[in-house]
């Protein structure tokens, strides 16, 4: 029995009886033909990090065959800010193992998220997906060990307020029915993204919740399970497309802002991280966290400032890196510590059966929890360009891999306290801030640009580009709504569908 297979709940894996990196074309077509498809979608991600879509009628045999092997053509600078009007033709290629039925359109249609192509056929040098992958195969290049991340995706549902049951004010962690509203909703979510080949770990109400003019805003969270980056990237573009599109049906507003008003809780985009060799963790050490983690930890310290011209893209973004919201301000990691960036949450490293003495029928066996073990960055959110976040990810654990210092530096940015306790205020002075706009955030990329662009990862009109928009926001305009509600509600509504 494949236990990849068996209980998938995508329907073309079920179907196929074999798991999705084994796709072929032909197997593409015989799902087609064998289940009715009408339709096929091609899906990929612009540079506002949404999905945009194509939609083929199957005519006849030879014209699926074509499309599936020759892919089409877009204009490639309506999609990226970076792509000149003069030379703007792009490929786009399906990637079969990425293939789901669409749970949002009546008529049968398969659809596949797709690469970009330039016009000689090869990979689009700047385009976030090829980004990512040329990440992660530098990453396992100087490392020898493959990267693999999961996504904790918060977002806010706004219904209207019917007056019943309400949640207690920021008190909505874990909270159910009927005291939570959208658990329902989120379940359905999930299910839906599973059948679109999404690894889910779990789902649940978060802590945000409050009532705004006669609506009610819930927080929840559907957290994945970890797999290879560039598959990490697909299922979470995925999953804010179907949240939105299902919101969008029950007459519920989605949005994955980082903040929407002051004192509430924003929502975040926290990344964790593993990493494997030979299909075996390497985060642990007798215990305790591995070199290879720690290692890598200290890249992130090195570029933590840098990174966030990825992964925190306008200016609500800097509304939510504030103290006291459970949201990083300093650079530096701890053990199970909210307060920083960089966290290791309990990783299962005791030797105790914990199930044997919960269930006394069972008796204890010896289970390797190794894989368990992770480490999470909790800077982003829900403005990034998750390909390029990632990607940014990578080439910073790569980064701590080659520096002399790495474990120096892992040491100097530990932290086993509440940096945001008054009675810890030394300890705090002494650690490096985030960045407190766009503007600054580009200035950090800037200075730091050559640790993206070696080993040929991210392209100099990537780089550029990010720049750009990064330095087209209003800084003061942003500082100015800070502490305004008002000021900073009208923000977020411009921002309110990032992502």
């Known amino acids: 029995?494949?236990?990849?297979?068996?209980?998938?709940?995508n329907q073309?894996?079920?179907?196929?009886?074999?798991?999705?990196?084994?796709?072929?074309?032909?197997?593409?077509?015989?799902f087609i033909v064998n289940n009715d498809i009408k339709m096929v979608n091609f899906m990929y991600p612009a540079g506002d990090?949404?999905?945009?879509?194509?939609?083929?009628?199957?005519?006849?045999?030879?014209?699926l065959e074509t499309i599936l092997t020759c892919g089409e053509r877009v204009d490639g600078s309506s999609l990226f800010p970076f792509i000149q009007a003069g030379s703007s033709d792009l490929y786009v290629m399906p990637r079969y193992s990425t293939a789901f039925v669409d749970p949002f359109c009546d008529i049968p249609t398969l659809s596949m998220l797709c690469s970009f192509f330039d016009k000689d056929g090869r990979p689009l040098d700047s385009a976030p997906d090829?980004?990512?992958?040329?990440?992660?195969?530098?990453f396992t290049d100087v490392t020898g060990l493959t990267f693999y991340a999961m996504g904790e995706l918060e977002y806010y549902v706004i219904s209207d307020d019917d007056g019943y049951f309400p949640t207690t004010d920021q008190r909505?962690?874990?909270?159910?029915?009927?005291?939570?509203?959208?658990?329902?909703?989120?379940?359905?979510?999930?299910?839906?993204?599973a059948q679109a080949g999404g690894a889910i770990k779990y789902g649940h109400s978060e802590v945000g919740n409050f009532t705004l003019n006669g609506h009610v805003y819930e927080q929840n969270e559907i957290e994945f399970l970890p797999v290879p980056a560039c598959q990490a990237a697909d299922q979470l573009v995925i999953a804010k497309w179907i949240i939105r599109n299902l919101g969008y049906r029950y007459g519920y507003d989605i949005t994955f802002?980082?903040?929407?008003?002051?004192?509430?809780?924003?929502?975040g985009l926290h990344i964790h991280m593993r990493f494997t060799r030979d299909g075996k963790s390497v985060m642990t050490e007798n215990g305790h966290l591995s070199v290879d983690a720690r290692k890598a930890i200290a890249g992130i310290m090195t570029l933590a400032d840098a990174l966030t011209a990825f992964g925190n893209t306008n200016p609500t973004s800097y509304f939510r890196l504030v103290p006291h919201q459970e949201a990083p301000t300093n650079i530096c990691w701890g053990d199970r510590n909210r307060s920083v960036l960089v966290r290791v949450p309990l990783g299962w490293t005791s030797d105790v059966d914990m199930s044997a003495v919960a269930n006394p029928a069972e008796k204890p066996i010896e289970v390797d929890k190794s894989l368990k073990q992770t480490f999470e960055i909790r800077s982003a959110d829900g403005s990034a360009d998750v390909y390029q976040y990632l990607a940014g990810l990578a080439v910073a654990c790569r980064y701590g891999f080659e520096l002399e210092n790495a474990l120096d530096v892992a040491s100097r940015t530990y932290v086993d306290v509440n940096i945001h306790d008054a009675a810890n205020a030394d300890r705090l002075a002494q650690l490096d801030q985030l960045p407190v706009n766009c503007a600054e955030s580009a200035d950090r990329l800037l200075e730091k640009r050559e640790v993206f662009e070696a080993h040929g990862v991210f392209s100099p009109d990537m780089i550029d580009g990010i720049v750009r928009r990064l330095r087209s926001f209003d800084s003061a305009e942003a500082q100015a709504a800070l502490n305004d509600p008002e000021k900073m509600l009208a923000l977020v509504t411009r921002h309110f569908h990032c992502g």
């Open 130 to 138: 090829a980004t990512l992958k040329k990440a992660c195969k530098a």
């Open 172 to 193: 909505g962690y874990h909270e159910s029915a009927p005291f939570a509203k959208c658990n329902d909703f989120r379940q359905e979510c999930m299910k839906y993204i």
């Open 49 to 63: 990090g949404r999905l945009k879509t194509l939609n083929f009628v199957i005519n006849n045999l030879a014209y």
């Open 12 to 30: 073309v894996v079920k179907a196929l009886q074999k798991p999705p990196h084994e796709f072929t074309r032909a197997d593409i077509i015989d």
């Open 257 to 267: 802002a980082p903040k929407i008003t002051t004192g509430k809780a924003g929502s």
């Open 1 to 9: 029995m494949d236990k990849t297979i068996e209980l998938n709940q």
